[in-house]
Protein backbone atom coordinates (compact mmCIF):
# COMPACT_ATOMS: atom_id res chain seq x y z
CA UNK A 1 0.00 0.00 0.00
CA UNK A 2 1.47 3.53 -1.14
CA UNK A 3 2.63 5.92 1.58
CA UNK A 4 0.00 9.08 1.32
CA UNK A 5 -3.16 7.78 -0.40
CA UNK A 6 -5.71 10.59 -2.07
CA UNK A 7 -8.96 9.52 -3.57
CA UNK A 8 -10.51 10.39 -6.17
CA UNK A 9 -7.64 10.11 -8.19
CA UNK A 10 -10.25 12.48 -11.01
CA UNK A 11 -13.40 14.52 -10.27
CA UNK A 12 -15.71 17.03 -12.81
CA UNK A 13 -18.09 19.23 -10.87
CA UNK A 14 -19.92 21.83 -11.65
CA UNK A 15 -19.75 25.35 -10.30
CA UNK A 16 -22.65 24.84 -8.00
CA UNK A 17 -21.99 21.20 -6.60
CA UNK A 18 -19.99 20.44 -3.37
CA UNK A 19 -17.18 17.64 -3.11
CA UNK A 20 -14.25 16.53 -0.71
CA UNK A 21 -11.09 15.43 -1.67
CA UNK A 22 -9.64 12.57 0.69
CA UNK A 23 -6.04 12.01 1.87
CA UNK A 24 -5.01 9.11 4.24
CA UNK A 25 -0.93 8.61 5.32
CA UNK A 26 0.30 5.06 6.15
CA UNK A 27 3.83 6.52 7.39
CA UNK A 28 2.72 8.05 11.24
CA UNK A 29 3.56 11.25 10.21
CA UNK A 30 2.42 13.86 12.46
CA UNK A 31 2.04 16.94 9.73
CA UNK A 32 0.16 17.01 6.16
CA UNK A 33 -0.28 19.45 3.29
CA UNK A 34 -2.59 20.74 0.54
CA UNK A 35 -1.16 21.69 -2.39
CA UNK A 36 -2.38 22.71 -5.94
CA UNK A 37 -0.97 22.37 -9.13
CA UNK A 38 -1.57 23.90 -12.28
CA UNK A 39 -0.70 23.56 -15.59
CA UNK A 40 2.45 25.74 -16.23
CA UNK A 41 2.65 27.08 -12.62
CA UNK A 42 4.76 26.52 -9.77
CA UNK A 43 3.69 23.96 -6.46
CA UNK A 44 1.43 26.30 -4.30
CA UNK A 45 1.22 25.55 -0.93
CA UNK A 46 -2.53 25.92 0.10
CA UNK A 47 -2.98 24.64 3.59
CA UNK A 48 -0.40 23.03 6.64
CA UNK A 49 -1.56 20.74 9.67
CA UNK A 50 0.65 19.64 12.63
CA UNK A 51 -0.89 17.32 15.36
CA UNK A 52 -4.30 17.73 13.61
CA UNK A 53 -4.23 21.63 13.85
CA UNK A 54 -3.79 24.21 10.90
CA UNK A 55 -0.86 26.26 11.10
CA UNK A 56 -0.74 27.57 7.63
CA UNK A 57 -3.39 29.29 5.49
CA UNK A 58 -1.58 30.34 2.79
CA UNK A 59 -4.71 33.27 1.68
CA UNK A 60 -6.60 30.37 0.22
CA UNK A 61 -10.26 31.58 -0.88
CA UNK A 62 -13.03 30.59 1.36
CA UNK A 63 -14.53 28.09 -1.01
CA UNK A 64 -11.81 25.76 -0.32
CA UNK A 65 -12.03 24.08 3.47
CA UNK A 66 -9.72 21.41 5.17
CA UNK A 67 -10.32 19.31 7.59
CA UNK A 68 -7.98 16.96 9.62
CA UNK A 69 -9.48 14.66 12.12
CA UNK A 70 -6.92 12.97 12.89
CA UNK A 71 -3.37 12.57 11.88
CA UNK A 72 -3.81 9.87 9.12
CA UNK A 73 -6.77 11.76 7.68
CA UNK A 74 -6.69 15.32 5.68
CA UNK A 75 -9.89 15.93 3.84
CA UNK A 76 -10.31 19.31 1.64
CA UNK A 77 -14.13 20.50 1.30
CA UNK A 78 -14.93 22.21 -2.43
CA UNK A 79 -18.06 24.03 -2.71
CA UNK A 80 -18.92 26.81 -5.15
CA UNK A 81 -15.52 26.48 -7.16
CA UNK A 82 -14.82 28.64 -10.38
CA UNK A 83 -13.12 27.07 -13.79
CA UNK A 84 -9.42 28.81 -12.18
CA UNK A 85 -9.82 26.14 -9.46
CA UNK A 86 -9.12 22.77 -11.68
CA UNK A 87 -5.86 21.79 -11.17
CA UNK A 88 -4.16 19.28 -9.23
CA UNK A 89 -4.18 18.89 -6.06
CA UNK A 90 -1.85 17.18 -4.00
CA UNK A 91 -1.44 16.05 -0.25
CA UNK A 92 1.79 15.24 1.12
CA UNK A 93 2.75 14.08 4.77
CA UNK A 94 6.23 14.73 6.38
CA UNK A 95 7.53 13.50 9.82
CA UNK A 96 7.08 16.89 11.59
CA UNK A 97 7.18 19.90 10.82
CA UNK A 98 10.13 22.03 9.67
CA UNK A 99 12.44 20.60 7.64
CA UNK A 100 11.64 17.05 6.61
CA UNK A 101 11.13 15.41 3.19
CA UNK A 102 7.64 15.85 2.53
CA UNK A 103 5.63 12.62 0.92
CA UNK A 104 3.20 13.00 -1.83
CA UNK A 105 0.58 11.54 -3.03
CA UNK A 106 -0.39 10.71 -6.55
CA UNK A 107 -3.15 13.85 -6.26
CA UNK A 108 -6.76 14.66 -7.40
CA UNK A 109 -7.02 15.72 -11.29
CA UNK A 110 -10.01 18.39 -10.56
CA UNK A 111 -11.99 19.46 -13.57
CA UNK A 112 -14.50 22.87 -12.96
CA UNK A 113 -17.40 22.65 -15.62
CA UNK B 1 9.09 35.48 -3.73
CA UNK B 2 9.23 32.38 -5.31
CA UNK B 3 12.38 30.84 -6.12
CA UNK B 4 13.96 31.35 -10.02
CA UNK B 5 15.01 28.44 -11.89
CA UNK B 6 16.99 27.85 -14.68
CA UNK B 7 17.25 26.93 -17.29
CA UNK B 8 13.31 25.97 -17.66
CA UNK B 9 14.66 23.15 -19.79
CA UNK B 10 17.31 20.93 -21.10
CA UNK B 11 17.80 18.00 -23.53
CA UNK B 12 20.74 15.26 -22.49
CA UNK B 13 22.01 12.38 -23.95
CA UNK B 14 22.12 9.86 -21.50
CA UNK B 15 25.63 9.55 -19.73
CA UNK B 16 26.14 13.28 -20.11
CA UNK B 17 25.91 16.02 -16.84
CA UNK B 18 23.73 18.75 -16.29
CA UNK B 19 23.19 22.21 -13.88
CA UNK B 20 20.11 22.72 -12.66
CA UNK B 21 20.20 26.22 -10.64
CA UNK B 22 17.52 27.65 -7.96
CA UNK B 23 18.26 31.41 -7.20
CA UNK B 24 16.41 33.58 -4.33
CA UNK B 25 16.10 37.00 -4.05
CA UNK B 26 15.58 36.84 -0.28
CA UNK B 27 18.23 35.00 2.50
CA UNK B 28 17.79 31.29 1.90
CA UNK B 29 17.56 29.19 5.28
CA UNK B 30 17.11 25.77 3.31
CA UNK B 31 16.54 24.72 -0.14
CA UNK B 32 14.22 21.46 -0.91
CA UNK B 33 14.74 19.73 -4.16
CA UNK B 34 12.04 17.25 -5.98
CA UNK B 35 11.75 15.55 -8.69
CA UNK B 36 8.31 15.02 -10.75
CA UNK B 37 8.31 12.35 -13.53
CA UNK B 38 4.95 12.65 -15.80
CA UNK B 39 1.75 11.89 -14.58
CA UNK B 40 3.31 10.66 -11.02
CA UNK B 41 3.90 12.35 -7.64
CA UNK B 42 6.71 14.83 -6.55
CA UNK B 43 9.68 12.87 -4.83
CA UNK B 44 11.79 14.18 -2.25
CA UNK B 45 15.69 14.29 -3.51
CA UNK B 46 17.09 16.62 -0.84
CA UNK B 47 17.46 19.17 1.59
CA UNK B 48 20.04 21.49 2.56
CA UNK B 49 20.31 23.20 5.36
CA UNK B 50 23.72 25.16 5.51
CA UNK B 51 25.52 27.51 3.54
CA UNK B 52 28.14 25.83 1.63
CA UNK B 53 26.50 22.39 2.51
CA UNK B 54 26.45 19.74 -0.57
CA UNK B 55 24.85 16.33 -0.54
CA UNK B 56 24.40 13.54 -2.77
CA UNK B 57 21.71 11.17 -3.98
CA UNK B 58 22.75 8.42 -5.94
CA UNK B 59 24.37 10.82 -8.88
CA UNK B 60 22.85 13.82 -8.12
CA UNK B 61 24.21 16.09 -5.80
CA UNK B 62 23.57 19.71 -4.96
CA UNK B 63 25.28 22.32 -3.28
CA UNK B 64 23.98 25.83 -1.28
CA UNK B 65 25.62 29.34 -1.39
CA UNK B 66 24.35 31.06 0.90
CA UNK B 67 25.76 34.32 0.07
CA UNK B 68 24.63 34.27 -3.16
CA UNK B 69 21.41 33.10 -2.34
CA UNK B 70 21.52 30.07 -4.66
CA UNK B 71 21.07 26.61 -4.84
CA UNK B 72 22.59 24.25 -7.74
CA UNK B 73 21.65 20.72 -8.27
CA UNK B 74 23.82 18.31 -10.29
CA UNK B 75 23.04 15.19 -12.15
CA UNK B 76 26.29 13.64 -13.09
CA UNK B 77 26.70 10.79 -16.16
CA UNK B 78 22.57 10.92 -16.22
CA UNK B 79 20.39 8.00 -17.15
CA UNK B 80 17.06 7.75 -18.61
CA UNK B 81 15.53 7.40 -15.02
CA UNK B 82 16.37 11.33 -14.20
CA UNK B 83 14.01 12.54 -16.63
CA UNK B 84 11.50 15.16 -15.09
CA UNK B 85 10.42 18.25 -13.65
CA UNK B 86 12.81 19.27 -11.25
CA UNK B 87 11.32 21.57 -8.47
CA UNK B 88 13.36 23.67 -5.75
CA UNK B 89 11.39 24.89 -2.76
CA UNK B 90 12.69 27.36 -0.28
CA UNK B 91 10.86 29.57 2.94
CA UNK B 92 8.11 31.10 2.09
CA UNK B 93 8.55 35.23 3.27
CA UNK B 94 9.20 35.75 7.50
CA UNK B 95 9.86 31.99 7.60
CA UNK B 96 13.12 29.87 8.22
CA UNK B 97 11.89 26.55 9.63
CA UNK B 98 11.47 24.64 6.48
CA UNK B 99 7.59 24.66 7.28
CA UNK B 100 6.04 26.24 4.65
CA UNK B 101 7.64 26.44 1.07
CA UNK B 102 7.37 28.29 -2.13
CA UNK B 103 8.48 26.71 -5.06
CA UNK B 104 9.88 27.48 -8.59
CA UNK B 105 8.45 26.55 -11.75
CA UNK B 106 10.38 23.51 -12.48
CA UNK B 107 13.25 22.52 -14.65
CA UNK B 108 11.88 20.00 -17.58
CA UNK B 109 15.18 17.75 -17.90
CA UNK B 110 14.60 15.46 -20.83
CA UNK B 111 17.29 12.20 -20.92
CA UNK B 112 17.35 10.67 -24.33
CA UNK B 113 19.40 7.22 -25.07
Known amino acids: ETGVTQTPRHLVMGMTNKKSLKCEQH?????MYWYKQSAKKPLELMFV???????ENNSVPSRFSPECPNSSHLFLHLHTLQPEDSALYLC????????????FGDGTRLSIL | QQPVQSPQAVILREGEDAVINCSSS?????VHWYRQKHGEAPVFLMILLKGGEQKGHEKISASFNEKKQQSSLYLTASQLSYSGTYFCGTDLPGETSGSRLTFGEGTQLTVNP
Open chain 2, 26 to 30: KALYS
Open chain 1, 27 to 31: LGHNA
Open chain 1, 92 to 103: ASSPRIGNQPQH
Open chain 1, 49 to 55: YSLEERV
